[in-house]
């Protein structure tokens, strides 16, 4: 079983950044989603706890940067230049294997996830 804990959300202007953070008990992958409302939940980035690689979608790379500290099993997502349309619930998913690493940004290939922090950037 793993624990996941998101936190870091709030409100912000429009241009300005946050940072979000994922405890997690233990992890091999873990992935940042979002989801809106009355829209699907999307992948925005995804890390593999050894040796870091990661992956992005292409619409965020740029603006959104994810890391991690192994020490303590936190994985960051780095959010700059947010718009309003960046508005949404943030989720951290987990797993010990995905079965396609190239599929990381469907949320079926994610077994843990945690509930969620909200963002919201205003105009």
């Known amino acids: 079983q793993v624990q996941l804990v998101e936190s870091g959300g709030g409100s912000v202007q429009t241009g300005e950044s946050l940072r979000l953070s994922c405890t997690a008990s233990?992890?091999?992958?873990l992935g940042w989603f979002r989801q809106a409302p009355g829209k699907e939940r999307e992948g925005i980035a995804a890390?593999?706890?050894?040796?870091?690689?990661?992956y992005y979608d292409d619409s965020m790379k740029g603006r959104f940067y994810i890391s991690q500290d192994t020490a303590k099993n936190i994985v960051y997502l780095q959010m700059n230049r947010l718009k309003p349309e960046d508005s949404a619930a943030y989720y951290c998913?987990?797993?010990?294997?995905?079965?396609?690493?190239?599929?990381?940004?469907?949320?079926?290939?994610?077994?843990?996830w945690g509930q969620g922090t909200q963002v919201t950037v205003s105009s």
């Open positions: 233990r992890y091999n992958w």
């Open positions: 890390i593999f706890h050894k040796g870091g690689g990661t």
């Open positions: 998913a987990a797993d010990f294997r995905l079965k396609d690493s190239a599929n990381w940004f469907r949320q079926d290939e994610w077994t843990y």
